[in-house]
């Protein structure tokens, strides 16, 4: 596995175990900070830029080749729309990260609309995969162990708390 997970695996941490609260909203200041210029290395603000939608578009080339049975979910889908969804998503979490409430409130009503497309638990330890591969490739300049965990928290975090939606937690 990736990361410095050794043996555990992603399916192991996003399966077995969820991540408490306390632990989620445990970015400092300049944890937010390193994150916050990753993404915009990785999406910059320009509007012109076709970087934002090529690796969105590489991403989900490369999440449905590893998950096809995710694409199903997408075959009456405009992708346009869905990859600039998959970008306010992000955005908005990378954004509001000390905005715990609110963060919180967005990512369960996220969980529960994937739910009602028909998502499941395990698609989103391949979806975590797929996306921070690919954010690894666009900041690859900048990219270290430090923003790799940074990168796998935040969209750990992201995905654990939508797949509780999903997948409650007894």
């Known amino acids: 596995a990736r990361g410095g997970y050794g043996h555990m695996g992603l399916d192991w941490i996003l399966g077995s175990f969820r991540m408490p609260r306390w632990i989620r909203e445990m970015f400092t200041d300049s944890e937010i900070l390193s994150l916050r210029r990753s993404f915009e ?18 991403f989900y080339e490369r999440f449905f080749q590893a998950c096809p049975e995710a694409a199903s979910l997408f075959k009456n889908v405009h992708m346009r729309k869905q990859r600039r969804m998959l970008f306010t998503a992000i955005a908005s979490v990378v954004h509001n990260l000390e905005n715990h409430d609110q963060m919180e409130k967005y990512l369960v009503e996220l969980g529960h609309r994937h739910k009602s497309y028909g998502a499941t638990s395990s698609q989103f330890t391949v979806f975590l995969e797929c996306l921070l591969d690919r954010i690894r490739a666009a900041d690859s300049a900048a990219w270290d162990a430090e923003i790799e965990a940074l990168w796998h928290r935040a969209l750990w975090m992201i995905c654990a708390r939508m797949q509780e939606q999903i997948d409650p937690i007894d």
């Open 41 to 58: 290395r990785v999406w910059p603000h320009d509007e012109e830029s076709n970087d934002r939608g090529r690796l969105i578009r590489a």
